[in-house]
């Protein structure tokens, strides 16, 4: 897997993802960039043709069945998620069509754990909804060169909570933000939103991780390392949520037809299974 060399700048930076990929590249797709996008043969879908779909892509990758997140266990949440401004999740963002900071899935999870997002777009915002992707293993790259001691602090066990922000839900998981995974790549649970909680041991801890979240709000806008989807209607994004930061950008519905994406999560990384 070539993914956390590889640059975004091969790729349209913004704007629509028509045509980004044909089918029978998705796999190389996802090896070397860690995101595709496939296209539905309808120029219209419902919901019920993202699930079948969905399905079809979770048997061509192996992703296996959809896997729900430790934060909804016993909620009653469906394995594929509506993700919608009135959605039926309980999840703040999915209220909203607020922004939505930098994170990866799964919040309460130990890193790398869930490997594989989907986000199926069935109808697209009035404007705005971008996806943004970010290569974070890159920037942490980038910096364990530029200032080891910096980088150290984002591995270390106890530098990051991450704690629900589900009114009465009252928890928190602890770990570090990036992890080698032995192949020269990094696992990451790299974010700076509302579910962040810091804990640097010291204060020469404190000035490395200033100087880590420094560099990666420096690096996090260039398009050689974030690439910006608007998803259309009928377009599935598959991601790398182990290895990509994500977050959305602000959006408006039109009412009559608001913005609808389903959602579903998975502990495999996509392989061929043909
Ligand atoms: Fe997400």
Redesign the pocket.
């Known amino acids: 897997m070539q993914l956390m060399k590889s640059s975004y700048t091969d790729l349209p930076a913004r704007g629509p993802v028509t045509d980004l990929l044909k089918p029978d590249e998705t796999l190389d797709m996802l090896e070397t960039y860690g995101l595709a996008v496939t296209q539905s043969p309808s120029a219209t879908v419902s919901p019920a043709d993202a699930h079948s779909e969905m399905a079809a892509i979770r048997a061509d990758f192996g992703l296996g069945e959809p896997y729900v997140p430790l934060l909804y266990r016993g909620r009653d949440t469906p394995i594929v998620t509506e993700v919608t401004r009135k959605g039926d999740s309980d999840h703040p963002v999915f209220h909203t069509g607020e922004a939505?900071g930098w994170?990866?899935?799964g919040l309460l999870e130990d890193i790398g754990t869930i490997k594989t997002?989907l986000l199926y777009c069935v109808s697209p915002a009035y404007r705005g909804g971008r996806t943004f992707l970010l290569n974070a293993g890159r920037v942490f790259e980038e910096l364990r060169t530029e200032d080891p001691e910096a980088a150290d602090v984002l591995m270390r066990d106890t530098i990051l909570g991450r704690r629900s922000t589900i009114p009465g839900v009252n928890r928190e998981a602890v770990g570090p933000v990036f992890a080698e995974l032995g192949d020269g790549h990094y696992a990451t649970r790299y974010g700076e939103g509302r579910v962040e909680r810091w804990y640097p041991g010291d204060a020469a801890q404190r000035r490395a991780l200033d100087r880590a979240l420094r560099h990666f709000r420096m690096r996090r806008d260039d398009p050689d390392v974030r690439i910006d989807l608007l998803l259309q209607a009928g377009q599935c994004l598959i991601f790398r949520?182990d290895v990509l930061a994500?977050?959305?950008e602000n959006f408006t519905d039109d009412p009559q037809s608001p913005r609808l994406l389903m959602?579903s999560l998975h502990t495999n990384a996509p392989k061929n299974t043909s």
């Open positions: 939505q994170h990866t899935d997002t949520n994500h977050g959305r959602r």
